[in-house]
């Protein structure tokens, strides 16, 4: 009987244990949800700016090379020894300096020699014109024979033409004295001499050049621009736009585009095999630091001013074969935004379609959130030049 209550009672604590227990275990959840709740993480903090508005220009880009406007190979006219170098090496020259000097003695002499050819000449030419006057008057009066006077005619004709030829040979004397006097066609830089004082040098075209010289104060950039660009913006014949194409030039160590220029002329006919056309820019040298040969980025400008919308390359995600980005709503949620790119435009990259001015987008912190989280935004500029640094934690400290 004993037995049979002692076990009553200890069922009787194990089911009072078993609610608590129960109890315990319904309370717990409760507990849990609380803690969760307490050390749910906060919204993440990210970077946005306002979607620009801006008045732009499609730009092509091209390659090509720089050209100098006159480039002259410096030949001898006239042969001679070499007895004078006038510049130095890589300097600038303006138009008549002298560069060279060919030994200037033989031609002078020869000079000399015509100069005297032609005094001869001339009394001789004066000598038959006085007996051509006198032989008129002698025929007039019939004293001479019709044969004398056509003979002293004949002389007098004779005596005029060779003191016209003594002339041209003076000239000619003179042409070759000065051409021993070798000068600058054009101004420009001008480049190593390359024969020295002492050598005899050949006239002609097939001798070897003294020197070049290229002029700076302008030049060209050629570069091949493709059929369809040349169609709609660059083919003088085309109707309906007067305006002059715009065109810019940077140097391979330059991020953007310097100097402004004109197009100088187009090619007379498109390489069928590249499906391009020979374009020439020309453009303003006055520091002199355009070089001919060196590498030229040139962007052509392929539209009339337009509308668009620009943001921060940073703020473009990838997706699969797509691009977008993250737009903020008025709750600061991040919100999927498929969008069209167009071209780069003075470090920000247009947007065809997708967005407008004005929007709030993700530009920094875009692999930190998720479409549709929320986020806690610093509103920084889009144009990158225009953002504060942010301080490190250890400058913080310090």
């Known amino acids: 009987m004993v037995s049979r209550h002692r076990i009553a009672v200890l069922a009787v604590f194990a089911a009072v244990i078993a609610a608590g227990g129960g109890y315990a275990l319904l309370r717990a959840p409760a507990g ?6 307490q050390s749910a993480p906060a919204a993440a903090s990210v970077e946005v700016a306002e979607v620009v508005n801006k008045t732009i220009v499609d730009w092509q880009r091209y390659s090509g090379r720089l050209e100098a406007i006159d480039r002259v190979d410096i030949r001898p006219l006239v042969s001679g020894t070499l007895t004078a170098v006038h510049f130095q090496d890589g300097s600038i020259v303006k138009k008549g300096d002298v560069l060279f000097t060919i030994d200037p003695r033989p031609y002078a002499a020869e000079v000399d020699r015509a100069a005297a050819a032609l005094t001869a000449a001339k009394a001789r030419a004066s000598y038959t014109a006085s007996e051509l006057a006198r032989g008129q008057r002698l025929l007039a009066d019939n004293a001479i024979a019709r044969r004398d006077f056509e003979e002293k005619q004949n002389a007098a004709r004779e005596a005029a033409a060779n003191l016209q030829g003594a002339q041209a040979a003076l000239d000619y004397a003179k042409l ?37 010289l290229v002029s700076v104060s302008k030049m060209y950039a050629s570069f091949d621009v493709d059929e ?18 715009p065109v810019e030039l940077g140097l391979a160590n330059e991020d953007g585009y310097s100097r402004s220029g004109v197009v100088h002329s187009v090619d007379n006919r498109l390489d069928a095999t590249s499906g391009t056309i020979r374009v ?22 392929g539209s009339d001013p337009r509308e668009a919308v620009l943001i921060d390359e940073r703020a473009i995600g990838t997706d699969q074969d797509k691009r ?23 470090g920000l990259r247009v947007i065809d379609s997708g967005l407008t001015a004005g ?18 935004p610093t509103v920084v500029p889009m144009i990158a030049a225009q953002r504060k640094p942010v301080a490190t934690a250890s400058a913080a400290q310090n």
């Open 32 to 37: 849990a949800n609380a803690a969760q709740a």
């Open 176 to 212: 070759n004295l000065g051409y021993t006097r070798i000068e600058a066609p054009v101004a420009g830089r001008v480049s190593r001499a390359e024969v020295t004082v002492g050598n005899v040098v050949a006239a002609g075209a097939a001798s070897v050049p003294l020197t070049t």
């Open 228 to 245: 369809q660009t040349f169609l709609r913006y660059v083919n003088p014949a085309r109707n309906g736009r007067d305006a002059a194409v």
């Open 280 to 301: 020439r820019a020309e453009f303003d040298n006055a520091d002199g630091s355009l070089l001919p040969g060196l590498y030229a980025r040139v962007r052509l400008g």
């Open 324 to 346: 977008y980005v993250l737009v903020l709503d008025d709750k600061n949620h991040a919100t999927y935004r498929q969008v069209k790119l167009g071209a780069n435009q003075d």
């Open 359 to 376: 929007e709030r987008i993700v530009i920094n912190g875009l692999q930190r959130i998720r479409p549709g989280d929320a986020v806690t």
